[in-house]
């Protein structure tokens, strides 16, 4: 046992525990079955609250011999336990993605770390032993601690750790004093295994998990393995026990029950220190997400005289997990992942989340379909396995390993491969498989835990070899993972299943048809940053048609932003950067598909769709249903047919219906379609929970499919008589409650009074930009398609060219082209674009005598130029036109390559509310298969916008453009350029308008990646081709 501690200790990779227990079960013991029936033990003593606290910048500035018993340390500042130090003012949050932390400051390499700037957080904490623990042996338990500590006692050194997501005890007993104890501990920020540590995250340090003060038993079960273990025909289940005691005496009285009945119950006399247990299990429950079948395992330590010792209870699933002919089984099916990444986070505390917010989170899960999480990139807090065990989520269980950033520059070339970390590294491997034994022992009796994950983004080498054996050695019922070994191929044996990410669909069956040997997952696919997500439903279709293809993992759940103050109060969440670290990786730390306050957004409605667990295809008299539940009829669900005409309800009506899990069938819906009134019927066919469970009430929707059809009637003539007035600079037509200017020289129309009422403040103007979209600006879309920004702001109807052109000249004054109908006036006018060389456009305004004006944009194409963002025609209104109702896909923003989970119908949003709380302001509040809209003020009083079925058939050949009758629309508080100009909501300007575009397409989200990967193309538009758009707006 060393009995000092030295600085050394934390440069060298070699040393990363002294005096450390072994590690155990997670498993909480208790005096007595009263103790347990009220979850309090008094065996156990929580230490958070309030610790004294120092902080120095580097070893050299901390307090030498603060530890001792003479050094009074009660004058020191507070400190919240448990907490970062970066959340407690001290340091600052540093968020950076691969990059080091210390890179471009220091120059060091893997093992040493950096001097200069390396905090050390020193505590005490003052206490006094509880009276039911004097006496008996002490001990103390630390969460997490990050990145590594020192602790002492009473002035003596007990021991150090370096593992930060694992537990790290230590026995107190020898030192301890009479009366009052001083407990110290110091932390350092970086060690020698802070290289790897270098995960995608906030860059934190402290005492940031609880820290438990706690005693045993004479007879103590130190460590517990349960295996629920089920025969191939998933019939006969054995529970296999065993019990690491402290003390070869005394007996264990076990119990197993499941809903109050009682399925195995036993004792056994504990004649050695580890005792086993098997016994048998008739026709099982099994455990599964869709139903998460959970045993109680009641266990009782009694003495020697018969006295109860201790009590505890964990819960046991069933559930049989195998590779079998290349395929990932459970219970016998062929699983499919819908799972999602997600980082221990908070906004107000960093990896520090409540338990509420944790369970809050799987909760949302469970209520969006998805099945599986990540716990990306290392061992979480207890709470969220227990979690999964109860509510039915699959869990792949990550180790502490990422080294991404030395990775990069093998990657690069920048360093050869010998340089990887791990890698081969002697110096390493015990390190590392110390942590992937902490992560085994205290997690292996979770059922949801499906597979073991020795890591992320370490390159290759023996050491990862060695850690994936550790846990085939260890747990044979359990299957491995490490995507590492894709960019290494000299050692497979890393991982038993073939992992890769973000790459696209094409790539994963060109890789499948080539390699047949491992079934195939996507560890991080979907990259959802910013507004992104779309294409996803690509993945989600091919999990059906390739079976080696069993699902994958979004990129990810919650952004890791923070809950901060600008300079004048306002609240916002902060990014990467904003608290002023350098380097760091900006606003890449926002990838959720929730917020940072933990509200979903918009782009959680095409998770939920792409992820319901039954493919639903509505036809025109039938509904195709496939089940692709595992283990769960239909008929467990309450089916509902929703018929609506134009967007108003007719009639919902039950649907029973039963199909076997991993089915396929066609059912009627005659019985449901008796209308013959002309009109759009749009038929929704639901399923919902019938009964009220832990994660969601009865009538939770859990999985949709709709159809649309039309039965035709012819629309309704525009009539009433006009007048037009031909002025010199103006053009001005009238009607009986409304007057229109159109102007010569600005090139349209400039005034629309409606009932004594201005509805357009500014000419509205063709629009072909967007603001860009998190990934728009990693594939550098601005760059490639900037030109269209300025064809947006700078278009003109008076080419300067003009007049030393004495041929375009004559084509200019031909413009405005007017023609006057008994019908209708329609005026015409040509827009030239600063498209490198211009390019042309025609905007007809045809004005109908109800007030109706019908805009028409006609692009013609030009082949030397790059697909334009979006093609649409933009108006501001006055902010008073804030409350939005439309009909169209909804309620969530849509686009063209993310609107599988929309849906048709009439919905209604304040403007204000339009705009997502992106953490940078981007593109936001689309709606695809807009029919009409309606933008109104508090007194109803505003502009109806509405698609156009035009007489001479023009329209497009392409499908994902909008279709005749339907246009794409926004109405937000910004322009584009606005959102483009601020990188924080607050940074946006007052509002003083509402923004309208109105369009034939805008292109996809694409969400493959952030950092490069493009829209698909069949999503994008095309400029190289003829683009024709026409709608209606009118006043209300």
Request: aromatic letters at 12%.
């Amino acid at each position: 046992m060393r009995e000092k501690f030295e600085y050394a200790i934390v440069k060298d990779p070699k040393i990363f525990k002294l005096n450390v227990l072994p590690a155990h079960s997670d498993h909480t013991v208790y005096r007595s079955r009263e103790e347990l029936r009220f979850g309090r033990s008094s065996l156990r003593q929580s230490l958070d609250g309030v610790w004294k606290f120092h902080y120095a910048r580097n070893y050299a500035a901390a307090v030498p011999g603060f530890e001792a018993l003479s050094y009074d340390a009660r004058s020191w500042e507070d400190i919240r336990v448990p907490a970062h130090i970066q959340m407690e003012g001290y340091d600052v949050p540093a968020y950076v993605n691969t990059q080091y932390p210390w890179d471009g400051r220091d120059e060091i390499e893997p093992g040493e770390i950096p001097e200069s700037f390396n905090p050390v957080a020193s505590y005490v904490k003052y206490f006094t032993i509880p009276e039911e623990m004097r006496g008996r042996r002490l001990y103390i338990s630390f969460q997490g601690v990050e990145s590594g500590f020192a602790l002492f006692m009473n002035g003596s050194f007990v021991g150090y750790s370096e593992d930060s997501f694992t537990p790290s005890e230590f026995e107190l007993t020898p030192f301890l004093t009479e009366g009052e104890q001083k407990l110290a501990v110091q932390v350092f920020k970086w060690t020698a295994s802070s290289w790897l540590e270098d995960q995608d995250f906030y860059r934190f340090s402290g005492i940031f998990r609880e820290v438990i003060l706690f005693t045993l038993p004479e007879i103590h079960v130190y460590d517990l393995r349960i295996r629920a273990l089920l025969d191939s025909s998933l019939t006969k289940g054995e529970l296999e026990l065993r019990f690491q005691l402290t003390k070869a005496a005394g007996k264990i009285r076990y119990t197993l029950s499941r809903e109050g009945r009682t399925a195995v119950r036993g004792t056994a006399d504990c004649l050695a220190e580890c005792v086993e247990i098997n016994a048998q299990v008739e026709s099982p429950a099994l455990w599964s997400a869709e139903n998460p079948a959970l045993y109680v395992l009641d266990v009782e330590i009694l003495g020697q005289d018969g006295a109860v010792q201790e009590v505890f209870r964990e819960a046991v699933g069933f559930r049989r997990f195998e590779l079998k002919d290349g395929l990932m089984l459970l219970n016998g099916k062929r699983i499919v992942f819908h799972g999602v990444n997600r980082h221990e986070f908070s906004c107000d505390r960093g990896r520090v989340p409540k338990p509420e917010e944790v369970r809050q989170d799987i909760i949302c899960m469970k209520r969006n379909n998805i099945d599986a999480v990540r716990t990306s990139h290392y061992p979480d807090a207890s709470d969220i396995y227990r979690l999964c065990d109860e509510y039915g989520l699959y869990m792949i269980a990550e180790n502490n390993m990422e080294s991404h950033g030395i990775w990069d520059l093998i990657e690069r070339g920048e360093k050869p491969i010998e340089y990887a970390l791990p890698g081969n590294r002697e110096e390493y491997l015990p390190m590392l498989l110390d942590r992937v034994n902490s992560t085994y022992q205290r997690d292996k009796n979770h059922p949801s835990v499906l597979i073991w994950s020795i890591g992320n983004e370490s390159f290759g080498g023996k050491d990862t070899e060695r850690m994936a054996d550790f846990f085939r050695k260890e747990d044979p019922y359990r299957l491995v993972h490490y995507e590492g070994t894709a960019h290494d191929r000299r050692y497979p044996n890393a991982t038993d299943m073939e992992s890769q990410m973000y790459i696209s669909v094409p790539d994963i069956e060109r890789f499948l048809g080539e390699h047949g040997e491992k079934p195939f997952i996507l560890c991080e696919y979907a990259h959802a940053m910013g507004n992104s997500n779309g294409a996803m439903h690509k993945y989600t279709e091919l999990s059906d048609r390739e079976v080696r293809y069993q699902g994958g993992f979004i990129w990810d759940f919650v952004d890791q932003s923070l809950r901060r103050k600008n300079r004048y109060g306002e609240e916002y969440q902060a990014y990467g950067g904003d608290c002023g670290e350098r380097p760091t990786d900006y606003d890449f730390s926002g990838n959720g598909i929730i917020d940072g306050k933990r509200q979903p957004y918009d782009k959680m409605q095409e998770v939920k769709y792409n992820y319901q667990g039954l493919r639903i295809t509505v036809e025109r008299e039938s509904v195709t249903i496939r089940n692709r539940f595992l283990f769960t009829d239909l008929s467990a669900f309450d089916g509902f047919v929703r018929v609506e005409r134009n967007g108003e309800l007719l009639r919902e009506q039950p649907f029973p219906a039963a199909l076997p899990p991993l089915s396929e069938r066609s059912f009627s819906l005659l019985p449901y379609l008796s209308d013959t009134t002309a009109g759009e019927y749009a038929v929704t066919v639901s399923f919902r929970l019938r009964e009220r469970n832990a994660w969601a009430e009865a009538g939770h929707e859990i999985a949709f499919g709709q159809g649309v059809y039309e039965i035709f009637a012819p629309e309704r003539p525009h009539r009433g008589k006009l007048t037009v007035i031909h002025g010199g600079w103006n053009i001005g037509v009238r009607g009986a409650d409304f007057d229109i200017l159109l102007s010569r020289l600005q090139g349209g129309i400039v005034s629309y009074r409606y009932a004594g009422k201005e509805l357009i403040l500014e000419l509205p103007r063709p629009n072909f930009w967007r603001a860009p979209t998190s990934n728009d600006k990693g594939n550098q879309m601005a760059f490639r398609y900037g030109t269209w920004k300025l064809a947006s702001l700078y278009q003109t109807s008076i080419p300067p060219e003009a007049k030393e052109n004495p041929e375009l000249m004559r084509e200019l004054m031909s413009y405005p082209k007017i023609l006057e109908t008994e019908d209708y006036v329609e005026v015409c006018f040509k827009k030239w674009l600063p498209t490198g060389a211009p390019s042309t456009l025609l905007v007809t305004y045809r004005i109908f005598g109800d007030a109706a004006v019908r805009v028409t944009m006609d692009y013609a194409g030009d082949a030397a130029l790059s697909p334009m963002p979006e093609f649409s025609f933009l108006m501001k209104l006055d902010a008073d036109y804030r409350h939005l109702r439309w009909y169209g896909l909804g309620p969530a923003e849509n686009y063209c390559d993310r609107r599988s989970g929309a849906r048709l119908g009439i919905y209604e949003k304040e403007v204000s509310d339009n705009v997502q709380p992106y953490l940078v302001p981007q593109e936001s509040g689309n709606r695809t298969g807009v029919r009409w809209a309606e933008l109104t003020d508090d007194r109803g009083r505003g502009i109806r916008f509405s698609g156009v079925r035009e007489e001479n058939g023009k329209g497009q050949d392409d499908p994902y453009a909008s279709r005749p009758g339907t246009m794409e629309l926004s109405a937000i508080p910004y322009t584009p350029e606005q959102l483009e100009e601020a990188r924080h909501p607050y940074e946006l300007p007052r509002v003083f308008h509402t923004v309208v575009r109105a369009g034939l397409k805008q292109m996809g989200v694409a969400g493959d990646d952030s950092w490069g990967a493009r829209t698909h193309e069949e999503y994008l538009v095309d400029a190289r081709k003829p683009l024709h758009f026409t709608f209606e707006f009118r006043g209300i």
